[in-house]
């Protein structure tokens, strides 16, 4: 077993029982940001995260980065409990502190907290309906009915996303008819058109062809303008051109997290500047 | 190890691809011979039923002159058939009013009379009464086996509990259907809740509600009694087939609608059943189709062997398509064919009913395409 690693650079509070109040809204980072503060997390019996300790500061892009299966999709998914559908799938210590409040306190309202914490996924999968459509799904779940609302929504989220200009004149056609590139910008717009702070985005890329790709993540250094964004990635180079701060984990712990330019120009850990070089991928 | 080896022991090889002399190609040839006629007998044995019904049934439904279709036997309500002869040897079909009309003219004349049970008039009794039961079953049945399917695919967690479940709808399958049309007269039939002000005294109990009262005396032999058993014996299919239909949706469109905020219901409304309501609805509609072919659930629930009115005719007026019992096309087959004797005219009046029966199924079986077609247009995938 590795032994715990050292604490990553500085804003790591102490992890667990710490009090709240020490992240109230007063802190300037305090602002959209995830505290992640001595995280255990379980499948059934099968312990996937070990005591992991991050704070991501608002409206920059954190990448996650690490070899296949420690846990990095298991540690995005904990920011917005969308790991809750999961049997079996548990949290048995620590804290993920979201705008100053535990998520996985006991009246926090998931659909909630979804609203504010959106996600995009590996595999774009637009909903079998129009490109509208998809773009407001999240508002009319949320049950705004206002056709100029919705209408509003629609053009920004889709602005936001950068497909403005592509799918302007055809909002009603089905979302099916677009390219892959296009398809998943539309799953971004759909997950920014309730607004929501953070946005999680798991291997967003990697079903996208090298063109694509480079459109979406051009978009994601644009998305800090309005969130914080947090990116799994398999790819070093995309973190490298895309990410502000990087985290390295590995075997269910975070065995690094720094700037993007410190973790790839200068690792303090020797697993990170091992899996930089590429011995683990 | 992998060092080039002979590929056909004890054989020139003329090329490295030659077959190698077994019996395999023998053997792979009889089982093809064996696969192939076993299709062929299927095909053979449906081709017959049908050439069968239609050579018998075509010439009741459809006539030589114009219209083509023999409009009386569609429209007019089944009746006695009156066969007279008369000296000459001619031969009069008709009506139990038009026999005694023509008994008056022919006077003397006349040599014989038979009279053949239901042959007479039309089928439009067994159609409507057939159509009213298919209808409220879809209703109830749709509603019932999609809720349960939800509920046991997106919501019970998995466990031993649920699985007994899901084993005991499989063995519903196998209950013969004699045993609904039981359970439907012990359960809708005598002892279901009605509202009334009056309590039948065979009621088995009552509840005072102030206004009125809640008895249970069962809806008598109507077409909801009917409806609701045909609806458990095609319960099983409609549940199985919609739980396959929604483990058919792609996950990722669950994770990725609760990922926006929505609620589990809103999740499975707005997103999981469209996705998979046109598979629900095109592998119902067959379950559907053999609730309007079942005959013993509805002997002792809704079907009459005659009635000589409309089910909106009775004194309940338009809600009688509900209260009332009815004639239904797989009894009134039964009755034609099993309980009355048999003759030529017996014989026309089955193999017309039977022929309209398979031209409804084939209906359904036609619309279940094209809705599924439909559905498949709007949501693409
Ligand atoms: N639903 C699950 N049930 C049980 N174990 C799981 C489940 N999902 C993931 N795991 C396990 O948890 C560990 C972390 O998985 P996770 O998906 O977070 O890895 P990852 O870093 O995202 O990998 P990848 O780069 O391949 O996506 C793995 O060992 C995996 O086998
Ligand atoms: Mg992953």
């Not at chain 1, 509003?152 to 979302?175: G, I, P, Q």
């Not at chain 2, 062929?40 to 049934?57: M, N, P, R």
């Not at chain 2, 592998?283 to 309007?292: D, K, N, Q, T």
């Not at chain 2, 009046?349 to 709007?378: D, P």
């Amino acid at each position: 077993m590795v032994a715990a690693p050292p604490a990553p650079k500085k804003p790591v509070s102490k992890p667990a029982h710490h009090e709240p109040s020490a992240v109230t809204p007063a802190t300037p980072t305090a602002e959209g940001v995830i505290s992640v503060r001595g995280l255990d997390f379980h499948y059934g019996t099968k312990q996937a995260l070990f005591d992991v300790n991050l704070e991501i500061p608002a409206r920059k892009v954190t990448a996650l980065i690490g070899p296949s299966g420690c846990g990095k999709s298991t540690l995005l998914r904990c920011f917005n409990r969308i790991n809750d559908r999961i049997a079996g799938a548990h949290i048995s210590k620590g804290q993920v502190v979201i705008k100053g409040k535990n998520i996985y306190d006991d009246d926090v309202d998931t659909t909630q907290l979804r609203r504010q914490v959106g996600m995009v996924f590996q595999k774009y999968n637009p909903f079998p309906k129009s490109i509208y459509e998809n773009v407001v799904y999240a508002l009319r779940i949320a049950g705004v009915k206002k056709k100029p609302v919705l209408d509003e929504a629609c053009e920004h989220a889709l602005k936001v996303a950068a497909l403005w200009d592509e799918t302007k004149d055809r909002l009603k056609a089905n979302a099916f008819g677009l390219s892959g590139g296009q398809m998943q910008r539309l799953c971004i717009a759909r997950a920014v058109a309730v607004r929501p702070d953070v946005l999680l985005m798991d291997e967003p890329c990697s079903a996208l062809d090298p063109i694509a790709t480079l459109k979406v993540e051009e978009l994601i250094t644009q998305l800090t303008k309005e969130f914080t964004v947090v990116i799994v990635t398999h790819n070093m180079q995309q973190a490298r051109r895309v990410a502000d701060l990087t985290a390295f984990m590995f075997m269910g712990q975070l065995i690094e997290f720094a700037d993007t330019t410190t973790i790839f120009g200068a690792p303090q850990q020797k697993k990170t500047e091992e899996y930089i070089r590429g011995i683990f991928s | 190890m992998h060092a080039p080896v002979d590929p056909s022991p004890g054989g020139a090889a003329p090329h490295p691809f030659a077959k190698p002399k077994t019996h395999r190609e023998t053997y792979e040839f009889l089982i093809r011979q064996v696969l192939r006629a076993g299709t062929y007998s299927v095909l053979l044995a449906v081709g017959l039923i049908f050439a069968h019904i239609i050579i018998k049934g075509v010439p009741v439904v459809f006539t030589t002159k114009a219209p083509f279709i023999n409009t009386n036997f569609l429209t007019k309500l089944p009746e006695t058939l009156h066969v007279i002869e008369d000296k000459q040897g001619k031969i009069y079909e008709t009506s139990p009013q038009g026999s005694d009309v023509i008994k008056k003219e022919l006077g003397g004349n006349m040599r014989s009379e038979k009279t053949i049970s239901y042959s007479g008039g039309g089928i439009l009794g067994p159609i409507v009464g057939t159509a009213l039961l298919v209808l409220v079953c879809m209703v109830v049945a749709l509603f019932l086996g999609i809720a349960s399917a939800i509920y046991l695919s997106e919501y019970a967690s998995h466990g031993k509990f649920i699985e007994g479940v899901r084993l005991a709808i499989l063995n519903l399958a196998g209950v013969p259907s004699v045993v609904f049309g039981l359970f439907g007269l012990g359960i809708f039939v005598l002892s279901a809740p009605v509202l009334t002000d009056t309590p039948h005294e065979r009621s088995l109990f009552s509840i005072p509600l102030g206004f009125t009262y809640m008895s249970f005396q069962g809806w008598d032999t109507c077409v909801l009694s009917g409806a609701f058993t045909l609806a458990f014996v095609i319960l099983p299919v409609i549940i199985t087939a919609s739980e396959e239909c929604l483990r058919a949706v792609p996950q990722g469109f669950r994770e990725t609608s609760l990922a926006l905020g929505a609620t589990r219901w809103q999740t499975i409304w707005r997103t999981v059943l469209p996705f998979a309501m046109p598979g629900i609805l095109t592998s119902s509609i067959l379950g559907i189709a053999r609730a309007a072919g079942e005959t013993a659930p509805i002997m002792f629930t809704a079907a009459l062997a005659f009635k000589d009115k409309l089910p909106w005719q009775g004194d309940s007026g338009f809600f009688g398509i509900f209260t009332q019992s009815v004639q239904a096309l797989p009894y009134h087959i039964y009755t034609i064919a099993a309980r009355i004797p048999q003759s030529e005219y017996s014989e026309r009046a089955q193999y017309g009913s039977v022929f309209v029966f398979l031209v409804l199924v084939l209906m359904f079986a036609i619309t279940s395409v094209l809705l599924r077609r439909k559905l498949r247009a709007k949501y693409q995938w």
